[in-house]
């Protein structure tokens, strides 16, 4: 018998509801932090009508379309070149979704997401994952669940992760089919800070969770959209180099302390030249094709290597990411593709990048940095090729 999902089950980790909007907000006016934050993205608002703008919102979709919406117009203006999307137009405010997307930017993967859909298609607004990991500053922890945004709960011991899992699991159908929203999540945990756009088929475990019956079918309930983000500069790209080379030195990496946060801050407020979002078909009647799997496990890799097709496939390549395919392999392949202007003009930044982080001089930190923009270009051409 089907278990009945209650609000109360998933307090700990849902997004705020309309009635908490008000207490909430209460709270946050109080924080001068907060009010000087908004007020960077509007100096012609005082502090006192920030207050005002944020005490007069009755409801969660009022604060979102408002204050969150102009918010990232405003960082749109200031840190994109050109901002488009593309890919399948019949979306419908009125259905619900579930948006899968690669994973480059903390906070703006979801927000870019959710600005089209509610700025071109008339969405409310979709309900986001965040990790439990970028929630440990109360203040930052009553902003993103009053933008909808759900904790998936990260580092717990294998039989808490289990419990917690199968709750997020809950969760998710309890937004899709109770509250009749839509749900954005990263098809992996985690950045992909390598440009390696690969889906974990432990996000698609943890849907299974909350099945009761054929796993098909309850992946196919989920009306999955895989979404290709396409940034043609990445601003994180040379702080994250110390995680990457640690990495491909088998060496454990230890984040600093307000590494997260800076991150964050970085990819909000960086330069990423054009972005596009290709929102690709919905994925069921590519699952129907898999109905004579039985195995789970190999089911749930087929179904990610649908995914990973989708986006990888659909990724805008800009002239960056031709211009270090070619000069990672020492090759002119796809000169074709950009200017030798665009060329002198990307080693310039990528030099730029590269001592701003003391490592001008390493050559492996060069290759690493080529890689995070060659990488979406051998994923696309393994298809069309």
């Known amino acids: 018998?089907?278990?009945?999902?209650?609000?109360?089950?998933?307090?700990?980790?849902?997004?705020?509801?309309d009635n908490e909007y008000q207490n909430v907000a209460k709270r946050l006016v109080k924080e001068e932090v907060l009010l000087h934050g908004i007020q960077k993205y509007h100096p012609e608002l005082s502090l006192d009508q920030i207050k005002d703008m944020l005490l007069s919102y009755q409801t969660i979709n009022q604060f979102q379309y408002d204050m969150v919406r102009r918010t990232l117009e405003r960082v749109v203006e200031r840190t994109v070149t050109n901002l488009t999307y593309d890919g399948f137009f019949d979306l419908n405010g009125k259905d619900r979704y579930t948006f899968v997307s690669n994973h480059r930017d903390i906070v703006l993967d979801s927000g870019l997401i959710n600005y089209q859909l509610i700025k071109e298609i008339g969405f409310t607004g979709c309900e986001i994952a965040i990790?439990?990991?970028?929630?440990?500053?109360?203040?930052?922890?009553?902003?993103v669940r009053l933008?909808?945004?759900?904790?998936?709960?990260?580092?717990?011991?294998?039989?808490?992760?289990?419990?917690?899992?199968?709750?997020?699991?809950?969760?998710?159908?309890?937004?899709l089919n109770n509250k009749k929203e839509s749900v954005w999540i990263a098809q992996r945990e985690g950045r992909a800070k390598d440009g390696n756009d690969v889906t974990n088929p432990g996000v698609l475990k943890m849907f299974c969770f909350s099945a009761n019956g054929d796993l098909l079918e309850h992946i196919k309930q989920m009306d999955i959209i895989p979404v290709a983000l396409s940034y043609e500069y990445n601003p994180c790209d040379a702080i994250m180099l110390p995680d990457l080379i640690a990495k491909a030195n088998g060496v454990p990496y230890e984040k600093k302390q307000g590494e997260d946060a800076l991150h964050m801050a970085t990819g909000i407020d960086g330069f990423k030249g054009n972005v596009n979002i290709f929102f690709c078909p919905p994925i069921n009647d590519k699952l129907s094709e898999l109905k004579e799997v039985k195995n789970r496990n190999e089911l749930l890799k087929k179904i990610a290597e649908i995914i990973d097709k989708e986006i990888q496939t659909n990724y805008h390549l800009w002239p960056n990411?031709?211009?270090?395919?070619?000069?990672?392999?020492?090759?002119?392949?796809?000169?074709?593709?950009?200017?030798?202007?665009?060329?002198q003009q990307f080693i310039s930044y990528m030099n730029k990048q590269l001592t701003s982080v003391g490592l001008q001089n390493n050559t492996q930190a060069n290759s690493i940095f080529l890689e995070m923009y060659a990488n979406p270009v051998v994923n696309k051409y393994k298809y069309l090729s």
């Open 131 to 143: 990790g439990s990991n970028l929630l440990k500053n109360p203040i930052v922890r009553d902003i």
């Open 321 to 343: 990411n031709y211009i270090a395919f070619d000069l990672l392999n020492e090759t002119n392949k796809y000169n074709g593709n950009y200017s030798e202007a665009e060329k």
């Open 147 to 175: 933008n909808k945004s759900f904790m998936v709960k990260r580092n717990l011991p294998n039989q808490e992760m289990i419990e917690a899992s199968k709750q997020l699991s809950n969760y998710i159908q309890f937004v």
């Open 1 to 17: 018998m089907k278990k009945k999902l209650l609000m109360e089950n998933f307090d700990d980790i849902r997004c705020y509801n």
